[in-house]
């Protein structure tokens, strides 16, 4: 699981649009996280379609095709770090 921390920094440079995630320096309010969130499950959805698309026609361009998968991976690993820490942990 991720500190608040480490997720705080790291959604705080992707909104800032910083490429560099040490430099913002600022905390991110939950509602933040939660649009930040939303916006990630859209373009995930929007990137599958794409994906989709290319591979039904017979013209498939194999490595635009890799380049969206790999972006639709790295968009997976960031919603599951943002829903690790929007969702807490229930002991049973």
Known sequence: MHSRRTVERAIAGRVAGSTDE??????????????RLEMLRI???????????????????????ARLKKRKLRLKDQIAMLEDYLIPDIIA
């Open 22 to 35: 040490g430099r913002a320096d600022h905390h991110v309010s939950e509602e933040e996280l939660r649009k």
């Open 43 to 65: 373009e995930h959805r929007d990137l599958d379609a794409a994906i989709d698309a290319l591979s039904s026609t017979g013209a498939m361009d194999q490595l635009q095709v």
